[in-house]
Every structure is written in C-alpha cells, then in structure tokens.
C-alpha cells in the first residue's frame, strides 16, 4: 500500500462525473501552501468545478501558470482570473538578511547532494518582500502577456491567513481591468 492509495480508492468512489468547463467562467491563480480548505469554498458559495483553480509556490505568474490560464480562457471560457497572494508564505523574503532569494535557496537545497543544492540555488524562485507590489507585477506580466485575452478580468488579492479573509489589491485590479 502506498501513501496514494486511500486518496485514490475515495476519488473513485465519488459519484457523478467532473466537468473540465468552470460552471463560473473563473480561474484562479494562487501558492499551493494557502489554498482555501473545501469548507473556506463552500462558505464562499463555491462548489466543486466553479472554478479552475492553478497553483505553484508563492502564486506566481510563471509560464507554466500563464500558459494554464491561457487554456482555461481559449478552451473554457473563462472571463475572470483572479491572482492569490498570502501572507506568511514561505517565499516571503522580508526576513531573508541577503534581500535575494539566497536564503530560500540553501533552505531548498538542506539535504540535497552537492549537485543538486548547487542547481537549486541558481533557480529563482521569487521571493518577495511586499505581497501588494508583487500581486501588481504578476497581474501585470499576465496582462502584458501576448496570449492573453484583452477582455479577461484579471484581479489581485492577499489571502490573510491570520484572519482567513480575501483582500483586493485594487492597483493590481486596476492594472488587470478589460482592455476594452
């Protein structure tokens, strides 16, 4: 038996089929390490297949998360994405002494063979020291982006995870309004 196992007996247990369409035209781009848990959601008044849901550390706007929501917008029809930061994330870099991404590096690399910390600490794995003027510059890049949509709403948030509520960024929102 492997750790796998029981998630994959329930999953195939549940009845009815998935759907790849969002019944609410909504993707969202947020860090794997703050998600909302299932009752957050449903508190929310969303159910599952609402909304497609992309994530990576930090909610960064990657081109593998780009290319994601691209997908959802050109094969579903989303109409809104909204941006996900949080506080206390693992990547926040205000308490990284060198002000740069060394100090995530050598705590990724902790354990790893000397090639592989050496890889890892070339990687940039973007942190930040400011959760609003990060959640701008993605929705910025997302916006910039030439296969993005201009009539796509894209919004900005920081998820407090000490309050467990939703903050708009709202110069991020700005910056990702329809392009009409």
């Avoid at 550390?57 to 050109?74: E, F, K, P, Q």
């Avoid at 995530?104 to 000397?114: H, K, P, R, V, Y």
């Amino acid at each position: 038996m492997t750790i796998f196992d029981p998630p994959a007996a329930a999953i195939a247990q549940q009845s009815g089929a998935g759907q790849a369409q969002p019944t609410r035209r909504m993707a969202i781009l947020a860090c794997r390490e703050a998600l909302p848990d299932a009752q957050a959601c449903t508190d929310a008044g969303l159910c599952r297949g609402d909304t497609h849901v992309v994530s990576n550390a930090g909610g960064h706007a990657s081109d593998t998360a780009i290319n994601a929501l691209v997908a959802a917008r050109r094969l579903y029809g989303t109409q809104e994405w909204c941006v996900i930061h949080h506080t206390n994330c693992g990547l926040d870099a205000a308490d990284d002494a060198e002000g740069d991404d060394s100090g995530q590096s050598d705590q990724i690399a902790a354990g790893l063979s000397a090639e592989a910390a050496a890889t890892g600490h070339f990687q940039n794995w973007r942190s930040f020291a400011e959760l609003a003027q990060d959640v701008a510059q993605d929705v910025r890049r997302i916006r910039a982006h030439p296969l993005v949509d201009a009539a796509v709403a894209i919004r900005g948030y920081i998820y407090d995870t000490q309050a467990a509520r939703l903050i708009e960024v709202q110069a991020a929102s700005e910056i990702g309004r329809t392009q009409d």
